[in-house]
Nanobody, 123 residues
């Protein structure tokens, strides 16, 4: 049974940093893209970042502040979030893509999802 478990969320002040982790179990995902999405209250889930074997991509809103990385030996993906802003407040979800190629930005292209971790940034 595939399971993704996020951790690392919390309450921080604007300008501070957080590091989210997502540990996968049940399968090895080293050949698949993994991504981070977020959903703020009353808003749709949106793409944040994705990583595969050849590179990564980011939403414009987080580019230069967030960094996605992965440790295939640990089957874990990370999201380092620096210079956090109140508008980054959301539930953050990690996901595994359906395909082995690409860096998809649509949540429809992801097959497995974690339960989410809450990030709150106060001003």
């Amino acid at each position: 049974q595939v399971q993704l478990v996020e951790s690392g969320g919390g309450l921080v002040q604007a300008g501070e940093s957080l590091r989210l982790s997502c540990a996968a179990s049940g399968r090895t995902f080293s050949n698949y893209a993994m991504g981070w999405f977020r959903q703020a209250p009353g808003k749709e889930r949106e793409f944040v970042a994705a990583i595969n074997y050849s590179g990564s991509r980011y939403a414009d809103s987080v580019k230069g502040r967030f960094t996605i990385s992965r440790d295939n030996a640990k089957n874990t993906v990370y999201l380092q979030m620096n210079s956090l802003k109140p508008e980054d407040t959301a539930d953050y979800y990690c996901a595994v893509a359906r395909a082995r190629w690409g860096l998809p930005t649509s949540n429809l292209e992801y097959e497995y999802w974690g339960q989410g971790t809450q990030v709150t940034v106060s001003s």
